[in-house]
């Protein structure tokens, strides 16, 4: 059954990562706390996927993140996003940022590429995140979980279930698609980022984007009461 292995992968990390295969990434706060309480959080874990998908190093991201906060956009060089795009070693599918926890969608495309992205977006979100709130200890409930898509009706369901999240949220509940911190309106409408975020996989095997909509609208994730209870 395609939903038992979103299950067996929630709670179980023995998992091997391997170039050009296509994972669910997932971790949520420790104690199910909450990670992110301002937007300029948001902003930030945000522009650490986006940003972290290669080697490069960057500075100054709190001041990305806070005119992305005021404008919509990072104001990242062209240059920059071109060297990350050249040598990065995963590409990110979609994702959504909820408020205790955070659903990707990965491609690696070099060995221990997976696991060198999560590990620089988590020790640097969760120093960000200690500093500000001058908090200590883990932030996070333990390693990131990994599931390995198996085949493309996963990977497709799998997209469906990561933008249909949001609805979990009082005041986003049937407004996910216009969720902000989700890359569902990426796929609907403009992509903000462009091959930052490859989501051709994906919208390539639909006629248009409201196509994909109600593919999304119609899709079962996130109607089980089963699906529901594993929520974070």
Known sequence: MLFKSFILGMYMRKITF???EYYHI??????KQVIFLTDEDRARFLFLI??????????NISIYAN???????????KKIINEIIEHRYVELINFTLMPNHFHLTVYETKEEGISRYMQRILNAYTKYFNTKYEMVGHLFQGPFKAVHIEDNEQLLYLSSYIHLNPREINEWKNKEDRYPWSSYQDY????????????????NQFNNQQEYKHFVKTSS???????SDLEY
């Not at 997932?26 to 104690?31: P, Y």
């Not at 986006?50 to 500075?59: A, E, I, M, R, W």
């Open 67 to 77: 005119h992305f906060i005021k404008h919509s956009v990072f104001n990242i060089s």
């Open 26 to 31: 997932l971790n949520r706060g420790n104690n």
């Open 18 to 20: 391997a170039p050009g």
């Open 50 to 59: 986006l940003f972290l998908q290669s080697p490069k190093v960057l500075t």
């Open 221 to 227: 994730a996130k109607q089980s009461e089963e699906e």
């Open 188 to 203: 609907i409408k403009q992509n903000r980022w462009s091959d930052l975020l490859r989501l051709e996989i994906i919208t």
